[in-house]
Structures are given as C-alpha cells and as structure tokens.
C-alpha cells in the first residue's frame, strides 16, 4: 500500500509502504533525531516548514543494519541534492550524515510555470525530437545563494537512447543543471589526434530507459514452480569465446533471488528470452521496442548454434547472442543479489514478490542493436515516488556489434564501384563506420558528387546532392552535422574523406546524428582524392553496401554485458538511485571503475594469482586474452604493470580514465582480502572466502556513500562498512591498500567540479603504522626461513633456532586447499619441491612443538 503522508515542521514521511515491519520505528527513530539535535531548524524563519522525507530504506545483511536515504524539504518540496543517510543498528542511529541547509532562503518568482512545451525544451537541450518529458514534484534549487522554484523532468530523446535529468527554473526556464542518465562506455579508440574535435567516436555503453508506471508494488501469494531450462552459453567465469567454448546448462537459477526461475513473473510464463529480471531480444532495426527473441519451445531449449570467425555471418548467430544475453543479465541478478542489490536496494525486477520496494522495472536487454557499433550501454532509469504515486523508468541495456580487424589486404567491405568499368576491380581500401543512421539498413547506389561546401560544415543548396552519394571532407565540424546537411539536400548516402590521413575512423553522431537516417562511412586520403581525380574525368556510380562477416555480437562478452548492469547497480545504490554518479556534479565519476570491477570480479577463474595482469574487451578488440584491452593498462597489484595513482586522475580522460584508476584501487585491495582469507573464484561458493568479503565491502560502500561521490568519499564508505559490519577488523588493510596508491590520509579531492586539482597522499593513521611496526617485530621473532622465495621448482625450510623438536610443514593455496604436508626432524635439510603446482601465493605452515609459523611463499 502507498501512502502519502503530511509534512509537518519537523517531520519524516516515509513515502511507500515497502512492507518493513521495521519502517514505523525507523520513521520515529529519525524523526526523534533530527528534532532533538536541531538540525533542521531553519535560521532565517522559524515559520518555514522544513522537513525530511524517506527516499528508501534497505536492510543491509552483510552490516546487520539498515541504511536509510533521507531528502530534506523545503515547504514539502524537495531541496534537490539535500541529501542523507541514516545507519540504524537494532533500536539506535549509529551513523548520520547529510547534505542539507539550515538557511533555505526562496527567492522571490513573480510567475512560475506549470509545464514548458516539447518545443522549448528541444530547444534548451539541443534535441530535435523527444519522445518523453516526465515531471516530477517540483524542486528547490540553489542559485547564486538563494533557492529557486524548479521542475525536475526526465526528457526522452526520440532519436537516440538518451534520457537527460534537468532541473528547470520554474520562472525563468533557465536551464539550471542537466545530466544524460545514458552513460557511454566508448570502447573505440580510432579518433585522430589532429581531428579530435570531430573525429571522436560518441560510442554509447548505456541504454535509453523506458517508461514504465506502476501505482502499486506487485505481490504474489504463493509462488509457481520454476519451468525446467536449458542454455547453450559461454558459463561464468568464461570471459568471452576467446577464453573457453559454450556449454550447455541447466536450471542455472538461485531459487532466493529468482523465486520462480528466469522465465516466470509471478503472472506470466514465458517460454522465449523473457521473465521477471530481465527481457532480452534483438533490436537491428533500433526500434527501441522488444524485438524478434529465441523461443525454447514448452521444454525452454536454448541451444541454437554459434560461430566466431573471419567469415561467420553475425546475422545467422542471433539467437545464440540472444540467450547469452539473457543468461547474463540474470546472472548478474541472481549473484548481486546476494550481495545485497535486493528489491528493497531498488534492484531490476518486474515482480517483487511481496520482498518490499518497487518493481516493475527488469532490464529490457536488445542484442544487435542498430543504433551504433563498436560498444554498448547501459541507462539505469529510477524509482520515484510522485505525489504519492510510484513512477518507474525501467532500465535499458543495448548490445553492438563490434568491427573485425581489418588489414589493408582484407578490408571491410563497406561500399563498391559500378562504373566507370575501368574502376569496378579496383582493390577496396580501408574503411570506417558511423555510429548514427541505418546501421543495417539496405545497400544504396547512386552517383559520387563533391559537396559544395565540401566540409558541409553549412549546409549545401537544397536539392543539390538529390539521389547523389556525396563526399565530403572530413575537417571543420562533427560528423553527424555533415551527413545530416547532406540528406536535408537530398543525398541517399554519405563518403567522409580525411584529406591529412589514410586511416579512417569511426564517426561519432555528435549532436545531430540522431536525425540521420541515410548510411555514411568514412575513408582515408588517398581513397578520397582518387575519387574526386576520377569525378573530373566523368560519372561514377558507386553502392555503399556493408559486409559484416568476422563481426562480433558484443553479446558474447560475458565482462562487457557484467560491465553494463555494473552501470546500474552502481547508479541504484548511490543516494536517491539515479543522477547522484553524474559528472555534471563531480568530475571524480567512478562509475565505469565499478562496472570494470565487476566484470573482474565474476570472471576470476580457478587458479587465478595477483601475478595475473588482466585486460579489459579484447574479446571484440579481436586481442589475444593476454591482451591490454581498451584500458591505460592492465588490472594488476604489480606497479610494473600498473603504476596509476591517484594523482593521475588529474590528467586521465573523464570519465573512463578515472573510472579505471578507481577499478585499480579496488582491484588491489581484492587481492589483499584474497592474501588474509584465502581465494575462491566462485564469489557464492563461501562468504568467507577474500574474493567474497572484497566483493560484498564494495557493494556495502556504494550503499554508504553520499551522493555525488569523489575518490575520498568512496574509500571512505568502504571503511565505514568495515567499521560497521566487521569492528574495523580490516581497517589497517584498507587503508593500506589505499595509501598504496595515493590515497592515504591527507589525499584530497578538491573541488568536485574541478577536474585537476586532486592531491595524492601515501599515508596511513597512525595506528595502522603501529600495527605495522607489531607486525614487523612478529616476523623478525620468527625461527623458520624459507628461500628461495620467489622458487621455480623448490625451496627449502631453514631452522635458525635449531630446536631439536619434529618439524610438521604444510601447504595451502589461496582457496585454502590442503597440497603438501610433511613431518620431519628438526635439522633436515630435504628440500620440497614445487614441479607440478600452478604458479601463485601459497601460504606455508610451519609447526615445531607448540610454536606455528606461517609464511607466503610465491611460486613462478
């Protein structure tokens, strides 16, 4: 039941009823808090209501607490970005924190608007088509000291996947912040240095949300027996087709995330790609609709045939991507779920059965997407609550294809000469993509014609280029402007030339190839002014007509598809669960750390050491898997390998290059966790294990930290959840692990709006420096040796005390398995030898009487 409560001067509204027996006490709880401690007393005017309201509360598991967001309000509207979180242990607030103003002073509109037209707001954001504006409740705004009257709207681009968050003033219509809720992920990284400006490739790895309302949560009384299943699939922790073939799988489910299996929605029983978490299908026409998706038939049979080669047709593969597709997504629900990302965290269902929160919101996942290449995206959409009515805008994740590599001896195929006759055989050069217009749409054939102006930066002569192919010059303007202009005069497809180069590149759709709707490649210099050589000698006819043979379904790439949903998890967990990772507000976005992070963490394999260096995409960069990927650098603890800091984000392109360093600093402190409590790469088999309690600590700090997050921020939840569900147990670790690459102490963030003005730090508290110094006198106490460490093939256990006593030795890997054990007399000399194990950390016990030692022994 939904229940809109009043505000009073000090007062909490808890907005949904999310069946938490624990949300009345919750509410009293903070609301006795904020109004003995005064925080919210207004100092400008006592007669002003001011207030807080419940935005969501979560009960953390893994911190035995429940963590509780909180907005402030002003006269019962929000004050946007006046938020706070609450920690409640049992019956007490162990933790408050909050954004808010104790000084709102409102300025004074002599006319306030209810709504702006569709026209305006195109107008304001540069769209030319919007599909969607929703309102929320009106906000209060800061602007140059006082607060504002303003609408927050979700505006929908109707030619794109874009849904931007904007914040209006009321009166003015002044645009006053805005932020594209559809994040890119570019993968690409062809763009020319001298042509940077318009050469970028705007490659999207975020969805378009859709609008999905719903006035009540969803609940089912008695639950429906998951259907039988089966999956042909690349199974976790297979990365991609380059790291391991297909299996067959059955029932793969977690019956306590997804109660009734993956095709069953408490109302509806599907038997194709489609159920509670997730809708998966293709969508190369980018309809932005759910498209063709495999059925099973009434057995749910998913086993339909694959291929990955220079000549494999991924047209013919499509319903193997599909089920991929959906056997990751529900994946990724099924594992973070136990982890904490449950409905109550606002997680991606369409039934919650009876669990709390909001649903109505499983991800719809279009495989083949036709609105780019060479990437892929994730848009997290929201759960709000509206004048007392739940709205949903249920996430979105769009799936490219990737080029294949091409070679001057076997280029991509993207356009072909008809005549004159003495060209037709002339060998294909070299070619780019758009990622605008009809990705795969039919071939075109028309005569070339030069553009004039031959940039197209303005627009040519109406009607000059009509049922013409024109070419263009690659300088002056953005991509998309220039094809666009070409179509509005008539032009059925589009050649973009680069004068300075031979190497093309992929064109970005800028702010206008969201109107394109005609095909367009790109090609290098000596292609073109061949062309136009042969355009003073008379006609020539030619058909861009694309070949996508050896092209790879970014759906088969297990990390890339982890890496998306990461986009949501992240954004759902932070704050008011969208727009608080926003670079618009911090340029520290960590974002695609946490999404890198992820797809690491799930494709861990057996075996796996921190001597590891693991790349990111070389799956469909067609990279070996020892490959760099589309990273700086690899993902490795070794500062050989990987030697960023934080100080680097003062230079790393945002707000990719960040993310990476954050996923860096995450990546070693996993390996820390792994080197106290042991490795296992299944993250469910023990929650014990390192990778488990780095794994679940993240997730906790995501849900800790404020809105609008910077490097500090995040490292700081990260120790608040060690703080608050461990007794600081690991507290020394973590800020080690930290301080190891720059983040220490006295790091500081800056302003968050400014991207160049983080200072590193490699400093730890004080205590943690004693401990150390504890930690060092242990070892220098001890009586064993072991060398050579690092070994190859043996080592040697050396007594210095040389006690006359039975020395008992044993060996475990990181997964804590047992792999040698040995007694022997106290003065043998008999080496051990390690022929035959994997390289990595091993820890060697050492026992003499009632002494043990233990010591970490690398074996390469």
């Given at each position: 039941?939904?229940?809109?409560?009043?505000?009073?001067?000090?007062?909490?509204?808890?907005?949904?009823?999310?069946?938490?027996?624990?949300?009345?006490?919750?509410?009293?709880?903070?609301?006795?808090?904020?109004?003995?401690?005064?925080?919210?007393?207004?100092?400008?005017?006592?007669?002003?209501?001011?207030?807080?309201?419940?935005?969501?509360?979560?009960?953390?598991?893994?911190?035995?607490?429940?963590?509780?967001?909180?907005?402030?309000?002003?006269?019962?509207?929000?004050?946007?970005?006046?938020?706070?979180?609450?920690?409640?242990?049992?019956?007490?607030?162990?933790?408050?924190?909050?954004?808010?103003?104790?000084?709102?002073?409102?300025?004074?509109?002599?006319?306030?608007?209810?709504?702006?037209?569709?026209?305006?707001?195109?107008?304001?954001?540069?769209?030319?088509?919007?599909?969607?504006?929703?309102?929320?409740?009106?906000?209060?705004?800061?602007?140059?000291?006082?607060?504002?009257?303003?609408?927050?709207?979700?505006?929908?681009?109707?030619?794109?996947?874009?849904?931007?968050?904007?914040?209006?003033?009321?009166?003015?219509?002044?645009?006053?912040?805005?932020?594209?809720?559809?994040?890119?992920?570019?993968?690409?990284?062809?763009?020319?240095?001298?042509?940077?400006?318009?050469?970028?490739?705007?490659?999207?790895?975020?969805?378009?949300?859709?609008?999905?309302?719903?006035?009540?949560?969803?609940?089912?009384?008695?639950?429906?027996?998951?259907?039988?299943?089966?999956?042909?699939?690349?199974?976790?922790?297979?990365?991609?087709?380059?790291?391991?073939?297909?299996?067959?799988?059955?029932?793969?489910?977690?019956?306590?995330?997804?109660?009734?299996?993956?095709?069953?929605?408490?109302?509806n029983s599907y038997t194709n790609t489609r159920g509670n978490n997730v809708y998966a299908y293709s969508d190369q026409d980018n309809a932005n609709t759910p498209g063709y998706?495999?059925?099973?038939?009434?057995?749910?049979?998913?086993?339909?045939?694959?291929?990955?080669?220079?000549?494999?047709?991924?047209?013919?593969?499509?319903?193997?991507?599909?089920?991929?597709?959906?056997?990751?997504?529900?994946?990724?629900?099924?594992?973070?779920?136990?982890?904490?990302?449950?409905?109550?965290?606002?997680?991606?269902?369409?039934?919650?059965?009876?669990?709390?929160?909001?649903?109505?919101?499983?991800?719809?996942?279009?495989?083949?997407?036709?609105?780019?290449?060479?990437?892929?995206?994730?848009?997290?959409?929201?759960?709000?609550?509206?004048?007392?009515?739940?709205?949903?805008?249920?996430?979105?994740?769009?799936?490219?294809?990737?080029?294949?590599?091409?070679?001057?001896?076997?280029?991509?195929?993207?356009?072909?000469?008809?005549?004159?006759?003495?060209?037709?055989?002339?060998?294909?050069?070299?070619?780019?993509?758009?990622?605008?217009?009809?990705?795969?749409?039919?071939?075109?054939?028309?005569?070339?014609?030069?553009?004039?102006?031959?940039?197209?930066?303005?627009?040519?002569?109406?009607?000059?280029?009509?049922?013409?192919?024109?070419?263009?010059?690659?300088?002056?303007?953005?991509?998309?402007?220039?094809?666009?202009?070409?179509?509005?005069?008539?032009?059925?497809?589009?050649?973009?030339?680069?004068?300075?180069?031979?190497?093309?590149?992929?064109?970005?759709?800028?702010?206008?190839?969201?109107?394109?709707?005609?095909?367009?490649?790109?090609?290098?210099?000596?292609?073109?002014?061949?062309?136009?050589?042969?355009?003073?000698?008379?006609?020539?006819?030619?058909?861009?007509?694309?070949?996508?043979?050896?092209?790879?379904?970014?759906?088969?790439?297990?990390?890339?598809?982890?890496?998306?949903?990461?986009?949501?998890?992240?954004?759902?967990?932070?704050?008011?669960?969208?727009?608080?990772?926003?670079?618009?507000?911090?340029?520290?976005?960590?974002?695609?750390?946490?999404?890198?992070?992820?797809?690491?963490?799930?494709?861990?394999?057996?075996?796996?050491?921190?001597?590891?260096?693991?790349?990111?995409?070389?799956?469909?960069?067609?990279?070996?898997?020892?490959?760099?990927?589309?990273?700086?650098?690899?993902?490795?603890?070794?500062?050989?390998?990987?030697?960023?800091?934080?100080?680097?984000?003062?230079?790393?392109?945002?707000?990719?290059?960040?993310?990476?360093?954050?996923?860096?600093?995450?990546?070693?402190?996993?390996?820390?966790?792994?080197?106290?409590y042991g490795y296992n790469s299944d993250v469910l088999a023990s929650t014990t294990s390192g990778n488990a309690k780095a794994l679940q600590i993240v997730i906790d700090g995501?849900?800790?930290?404020?809105?609008?997050?910077?490097?500090?921020?995040?490292?700081?939840?990260?120790?608040?959840?060690?703080?608050?569900?461990?007794?600081?147990?690991?507290?020394?670790?973590?800020?080690?692990?930290?301080?190891?690459?720059?983040?220490?102490?006295?790091?500081?963030?800056?302003?968050?709006?400014?991207?160049?003005?983080?200072?590193?730090?490699?400093?730890?508290?004080?205590?943690?420096?004693?401990?150390?110094?504890?930690?060092?006198?242990?070892?220098?106490?001890?009586?064993?040796?072991?060398?050579?460490?690092?070994?190859?093939?043996?080592?040697?256990?050396?007594?210095?005390?040389?006690?006359?006593?039975?020395?008992?030795?044993?060996?475990?890997?990181?997964?804590?398995?047992?792999?040698?054990?040995?007694?022997?007399?106290?003065?043998?000399?008999?080496?051990?030898?390690?022929?035959?194990?994997?390289?990595?950390?091993?820890?060697?016990?050492?026992?003499?009487?009632?002494?043990?030692?233990?010591?970490?022994?690398?074996?390469?």
């Amino acid at each position: 039941m939904n229940k809109k409560l009043s505000l009073l001067p000090i007062s909490v509204a808890f907005l949904f009823g999310f069946a938490n027996v624990n949300a009345q006490n919750s509410t009293k709880l903070i609301q006795d808090y904020y109004q003995k401690n005064g925080q919210l007393t207004q100092k400008s005017n006592a007669n002003d209501k001011i207030g807080v309201v419940i935005l969501n509360e979560d009960a953390s598991k893994s911190l035995g607490a429940h963590i509780v967001n909180v907005q402030q309000t002003y006269n019962g509207l929000k004050v946007y970005n006046a938020l706070g979180k609450v920690i409640i242990k049992g019956d007490q607030i162990v933790s408050e924190k909050n954004d808010f103003n104790r000084n709102v002073i409102v300025a004074n509109q002599k006319k306030v608007q209810d709504r702006f037209s569709e026209g305006f707001l195109m107008q304001k954001l540069g769209l030319s088509k919007i599909s969607e504006a929703d309102y929320s409740s009106d906000v209060y705004f800061e602007k140059n000291g006082v607060y504002v009257l303003s609408k927050e709207i979700f505006v929908s681009d109707g030619n794109s996947s874009d849904v931007w968050h904007v914040i209006v003033d009321a009166g003015s219509g002044e645009v006053l912040t805005k932020d594209n809720m559809t994040l890119d992920c570019n993968f690409e990284n062809s763009s020319d240095s001298h042509e940077k400006h318009h050469e970028k490739l705007d490659s999207p790895w975020n969805p378009q949300p859709t609008d999905i309302k719903v006035n009540a949560q969803s609940t089912t009384a008695s639950l429906l027996l998951p259907s039988n299943a089966s999956y042909n699939i690349f199974p976790l922790p297979i990365e991609a087709p380059t790291f391991g073939g297909r299996t067959i799988i059955n029932n793969p489910w977690d019956l306590v995330a997804s109660p009734e299996g993956w095709h069953s929605d408490g109302t509806n029983s599907y038997t194709n790609t489609r159920g509670n978490n997730v809708y998966a299908y293709s969508d190369q026409d980018n309809a932005n609709t759910p498209g063709y998706s495999p059925d099973g038939g009434s057995t749910r049979n998913f086993d339909f045939p694959f291929a990955d080669d220079r000549f494999a047709n991924p047209f013919a593969y499509r319903d193997a991507a599909v089920t991929n597709l959906f056997y990751m997504n529900n994946k990724m629900h099924d594992i973070f779920y136990k982890f904490g990302f449950t409905e109550t965290a606002r997680n991606f269902q369409t039934n919650n059965f009876a669990n709390g929160g909001i649903g109505g919101d499983a991800v719809r996942a279009e495989a083949f997407d036709g609105s780019g290449l060479n990437n892929a995206n994730f848009s997290s959409g929201y759960e709000r609550v509206v004048s007392g009515q739940i709205q949903v805008l249920a996430p979105r994740m769009q799936m490219y294809l990737y080029d294949r590599t091409q070679t001057a001896d076997d280029p991509i195929l993207r356009y072909q000469y008809n005549s004159p006759a003495t060209i037709i055989n002339r060998p294909k050069a070299l070619t780019a993509g758009a990622s605008f217009g009809p990705i795969f749409g039919p071939p075109v054939t028309g005569d070339l014609v030069i553009s004039s102006p031959a940039d197209a930066c303005t627009a040519p002569a109406a009607g000059s280029l009509t049922n013409k192919i024109a070419l263009i010059t690659s300088t002056g303007c953005e991509y998309g402007l220039k094809v666009l202009n070409a179509e509005n005069a008539g032009a059925i497809g589009v050649i973009v030339y680069r004068p300075a180069a031979d190497a093309p590149v992929g064109m970005g759709a800028g702010n206008s190839g969201g109107q394109v709707s005609i095909p367009s490649i790109n090609i290098g210099k000596a292609e073109g002014e061949f062309m136009i050589a042969q355009l003073n000698n008379g006609p020539v006819n030619v058909t861009l007509n694309f070949d996508y043979s050896g092209f790879k379904h970014s759906s088969f790439d297990n990390g890339i598809i982890a890496h998306e949903y990461g986009h949501g998890i992240s954004n759902r967990l932070t704050g008011q669960g969208y727009s608080c990772l926003s670079t618009t507000n911090t340029t520290e976005q960590m974002g695609e750390g946490w999404s890198d992070y992820f797809a690491l963490m799930i494709t861990t394999r057996p075996g796996d050491t921190s001597a590891l260096a693991r790349g990111v995409g070389t799956y469909p960069k067609g990279q070996p898997i020892t490959g760099v990927g589309i990273r700086p650098a690899k993902y490795s603890p070794d500062f050989s390998v990987n030697d960023y800091t934080y100080a680097k984000t003062n230079t790393a392109v945002i707000p990719h290059g960040v993310g990476f360093i954050w996923a860096t600093m995450l990546w070693d402190l996993t390996w820390k966790y792994i080197e106290k409590y042991g490795y296992n790469s299944d993250v469910l088999a023990s929650t014990t294990s390192g990778n488990a309690k780095a794994l679940q600590i993240v997730i906790d700090g995501l849900k800790l930290q404020a809105c609008s997050p910077s490097f500090i921020d995040g490292r700081d939840a990260i120790l608040q959840a060690d703080a608050v569900g461990n007794a600081g147990a690991d507290k020394c670790m973590i800020w080690n692990a930290f301080a190891k690459r720059g983040l220490g102490v006295n790091a500081s963030a800056g302003s968050k709006t400014v991207s160049n003005d983080q200072v590193e730090d490699f400093t730890v508290p004080q205590e943690c420096n004693a401990s150390l110094e504890t930690k060092e006198l242990t070892v220098a106490d001890n009586r064993f040796v072991i060398f050579p460490n690092p070994t190859y093939d043996e080592f040697f256990v050396g007594n210095i005390d040389k006690s006359s006593k039975e020395v008992k030795i044993r060996m475990f890997d990181m997964s804590g398995k047992l792999v040698f054990t040995d007694s022997r007399e106290s003065a043998s000399k008999k080496a051990i030898s390690t022929r035959g194990f994997q390289k990595g950390v091993y820890m060697v016990h050492i026992q003499q009487g009632d002494k043990t030692q233990v010591e970490k022994l690398i074996v390469r």
